[in-house]
């Protein structure tokens, strides 16, 4: 993968397509066939962590594995067959093969009475079930008859899968991207994340960077849980964090403040929001929601915030099978990842310089770094920014900052600042 | 005194109707009796503080008693009467029984040429002199003639009467509440404060409490200026105050927050006028009002408010004959003491805890307090009570700030923290 | 002088009527005859630094001056003459005396396209270069011809003169103000800076002061990097500061915060410019416009801000022929000077005394502070500005802050602060 994806090349959206059919879960084949597909475009390492391994206060549970699964009529035909759509199947059903009425059927099945027309994705991780999801209108078709119900999947010892890759940079200190890797065949939640979040890590592996960068695959809540418990010892190197996911839609961006509220990854993403062209929504933090409540918990408290583009839950076609391709596009996923592009940008400038010279301004004409006679409009703002940067360059104020402060585009003060250091004026 | 009042039973208005004939003042019979009443309702200790003890900057006055007081013309009619209107005596008057012109009597003579038909309320605590009251359209009917004017009072050695109820909690750190019970004959000014403050503490008696409340019922200033004197080693106690009267008017509540401005006391304060359905006033500390002056001393500087129904001095009827029953209702009475249980709900929620899973999430799954399939609605505030429990009980936060935070009502905030408790998984 | 200016005395426009001739630069005998105009009024102390001292990251230039400049068409006839107006002459123009055709004239032929008629200002100071001001209407009347060109100018060896006058007060802790000197016939931008600080420094020789006060009239940058380099021990002393200029303009107020921003002369003017009924401006540090550039600089980082009556440049006469006698007036010159006069009574009010009776209220009454009965209307402001100064006399409120925080007059506000010390309640 080289150069940046345009809105033609539908290099994103290709990606969700490809990824669409698994049914992944938080374990399982699903998922690592997920991994697999990622890395063919960028180098994440795979780690599986066995079943019973304990991750802070919880336990790696059995692997989940399903081959089919469907409900047939007494007149033999698949009325609900997994093959067709996999958020049929109650996510981490135990196995069953029974034929039923349809009175002992009904508790294993589940719809939406509000939205009859759609499947619902449930699942039921900790607690031993089966069950099938179906649209209320099908549910309200069924008769009484005898139905074989078959779920052909197994609930043993195995591992939970996750990725993981780290980007080295300049410096040691990390920014964090996280995105979600645990739900079967829904578009918007989680494959947009996981699509942009791949060409996120693809661009940034293509260019020189002050930070290093650690992009996290991986299944919702234990995955975070697990990646923490085996990496406590590291996570003070987190200086910025984003979890990510629901990048799909052409809606409005929504940033989630980290716990802290005021961390400067808070600062960056609100900043770079308010620079775009189109509303936004900046919430407090809330312990709940994505991973971010994992690594906002009291005790980690990292600096990591949440940013989708839509609330979480706050869209009608939320956990549903109308979560497809009907819902994004690629220029929503495009546009996200150049927001994610532009608060890296900044994340990048969030770097501070000492001015030799505090003491009144240097002489910058004397260094062939001012216009004398004045008067060319192309130079003002270059000559501008060389003020900002000497002024402000105090060992307290990053050029990221310094483009907060200033309202110039941190391209510009990045390029005063990297001519003021060639002339050795800050350091 | 069982149970809550209720608007029909009037008992917040039928103790007022008790304590208005007697003429109170900052020593003597009427505040001596006022408490004495107070205590047939709660429990308080009544101190007599003597005439020339040194209290801070200040002595005990003189005490004043006063059984008869009147001004007749020649005809021997009693055209202003004590026994009538205590109001008609200038509070405090040395003793007069002389007759006299109306150019002598006049300078002792005082209206309100603004409101002519109110009769107003005066003092003169602390230079001696003795005059009377009247409506200023009775003013202007006196004719030149020789008055008999008899005030029958003393002024002499005696003592400064206050009343004090402490009622202990779990903790010995203090919630402070008081009143001022100086003022003869109006409704609103002061004894709405007396009977509500009388309600409020009867109900704190029949509850275990987290604080401990002390309820102090003091003639203004020389009261509070007294009771510090005497208690100055203990007001670091105070942890929480308020200082009130005028709760007895249909309008909307004033909160005069501490000197300190951001104490516990005034952010409680004011989250819960806000939550209330109607509108409220919230002012900085001003050195003028009530006994917060005292308390807000900056050598004292403690976190008390002021919560009144209406600013200070700011109604037409303030410190005259018309702060009468016509003011007053039973339905505001009540409406302000169940904003002051509000309050307490609020102090009373106003504890930490420690999580002790504070990494990551613990798995509330496996201790039977999560829902596993989801979709029970009633179960969904009450997890949602328990993230935000347990990811802000980092010691630096209290179950009520946590209400604050989530916007959840302070008393599924302490279920959730009482559940959480009793699984051991909060300190 | 004494006694204040009024407006039909033309006080201050006449000053600056004597001013305007004279060819004031960074450098030379305009700026000396300028400083000894001033020293006429105010006891000024008069610097000369030598050409080539190094200051800061600077060195003083050579020194520039001129007696006479002019083109001459071949007719004879002067077509554009420096005695007619001074602005004709590039600033700092090297000496030229040369016959030469429109093409070669024309590269030292400056003019504003977009303001036909009017004459810029020009200066190359640190690149030798000579020309010629003109307006673009007359450019577009130049035939082509051979022109005689004469700058009777030198730029030698000399020295860089600036003025000083240090008021010394009660305190030795400063208020600096400063205004630059070095823009030729320009009314608003400087004259009108020159003339009200003469009168304000004037007003302030003639009474008691705190704080001691310290005029700079210096030439912009150059200058101000010459005083901070030679009084780099005693910035320290600076506890407030304004660089100010464009005081002519019947404009609105613009203050320009330090670059601390809370400073409290940022707090000092705010309040005062809010007080006045006219609409106002406050902007952040910039690192662009006066001197607070060198004074803010952020290895001084002083609490210097920049008060004019409009914004740096932000007027269209700015830096014109047109910034003249039309624009400028006594009555605005006036109200600014009140202006700087309310700043400078709010400073010398920004002392703090300590309550010493700080628990409870002192008794007023008994040391004759308070009238008793009350009513007086005349006295109750009084009245409560004690309460304010005793409540707030806590060693971290001054009696400015206590007069923003009450909304009470300084004046009143330091009228009691002094009856309170008299009774030694305060100290």
Redesign the interface.
């Known amino acids: 993968m080289t150069g940046q994806p345009n809105s033609t090349e539908n290099n994103l959206l290709n990606f969700i397509r490809e990824l669409y059919p698994l049914c992944r879960s938080i374990t399982g084949e699903g998922s690592r066939e997920t991994l697999r597909l990622i890395s063919r475009h960028i180098p994440i390492e795979i780690h599986e962590v066995p079943t019973g391994t304990k991750v802070?206060?919880?336990e790696i549970p059995n692997e989940w594995n399903i081959r089919d699964a469907f409900i047939k009529n007494s007149a033999g035909s698949r009325i609900i067959d997994f093959k067709k759509l996999n958020l049929h199947v109650l996510n981490y059903s135990s196995p069953v093969n029974a034929k039923m009425s349809l009175e002992e059927l009904r508790p294993h099945l589940f719809s939406i009475p509000e939205k009859p027309s759609l499947v619902p994705y449930?699942t039921?991780?900790?607690?031993e079930?089966w069950g099938f999801c179906l649209s209320h209108d099908q549910l309200g078709t069924l008769k009484e008859d005898i139905y074989e119900v078959l779920i052909d999947s197994d609930l043993k010892k195995g591992s939970l899968t996750y990725g993981e890759l780290l980007i080295k940079g300049k410096y040691e200190d990390e920014v964090l991207i996280t995105t979600h890797i645990c739900h079967p065949s829904l578009c918007n939640d989680n494959l947009s994340g996981i699509s942009v979040c791949t060409f996120l890590a693809a661009s940034l592996l293509e260019q020189n960077n002050m930070w290093s960068y650690r992009f996290l695959f991986i299944p919702g809540?234990i995955g975070?849980?697990t990646w923490?418990?085996r990496n406590?010892q590291n996570v003070h190197k987190i200086r910025y964090g984003i979890v990510t996911s629901l990048l799909g839609i052409d809606s409005i961006f929504t940033y989630k403040r980290s716990?802290i509220g005021t961390a400067q990854i808070d600062r960056i993403v609100e900043y770079v929001l308010s620079k775009r062209s189109t509303p936004f929504k900046v919430v407090?933090f809330?312990?709940?929601g994505y991973d971010e409540?994992?690594f906002?918990?009291?005790?980690?408290?990292l600096p990591v915030g949440n940013l989708t583009r839509v609330s979480f839950g706050e869209y009608p076609e939320y956990h549903t099978s109308a979560d497809n391709f009907d819902l994004i596009s690629e220029k929503a996923l495009l546009d996200s990842l150049n927001a994610f592009r532009d608060v890296i940008r900044h994340i990048e400038g969030d770097v501070r310089y000492m001015?030799q010279?505090?003491?009144?301004?240097?002489?910058l004409?004397?260094r062939g770094l001012y216009d004398?006679?004045?008067g060319r409009n192309d130079s003002k703002m270059l000559q501008?920014a060389f003020?900002?940067v000497?002024?402000?360059?105090?060992g307290n104020h990053s050029l990221t900052e310094i483009s907060m402060?200033?309202g110039m585009d941190i391209d510009l003060i990045k390029e005063a600042a990297q001519m003021l250091k060639e002339k050795n004026l800050i350091k």
């Open positions: 802070l206060d919880w449930r039921s991780y900790y607690s079930n809540t975070a849980i923490l418990a406590e716990r407090n809330i312990p709940y409540r994992q906002c918990s009291p005790g980690f408290n001015n010279y505090p003491k009144g301004e240097p002489q004409g004397k004398n006679i004045g501008l003020l900002w000497l002024n402000y360059s105090d402060l200033s």
